[in-house]
């Protein structure tokens, strides 16, 4: 069977929660691939999910919509429409709305941080003899 991703999958150990149902409902996975495009899910046990969820990403404090193109037990494969999109030459925006979103979040943790050296730097340092 030939390839038809459009970006390599990398291995992945990450916690997620999908969220469907006008995010009335919620249910735990594991991501164990995943690229710019897609990623596969695996749950705890068989989950009935819609054709379209919000997969949640803690670790990358990310969230991203994903439409389910197939299920295999407790594994679901989806893909990343605006993602795609973004991946096409001379495409227009893309996914604007959810990467202005990640590094106005960056910005927000780089403040912290220089806050925090900031105050590191202005502590006196006490020498013990």
Known sequence: MAERRIAARHKSFLRGKIYFNKRLSTVDCLVRDISATGARLIFSQAVTTPDTIELY???????LRADVQWRNGTEVGVSFPAAEG????????GDLTARVE???AEIVALKRM?????????RPETDAA
């Open 114 to 122: 220089l806050k925090r050296l900031k105050g590191d730097i202005g």
């Open 102 to 104: 990640r590094l106005e």
């Open 86 to 93: 973004a991946l096409e030459p001379g495409v227009e925006g």
């Open 57 to 63: 990403i803690p670790q990358k404090d990310e969230t």
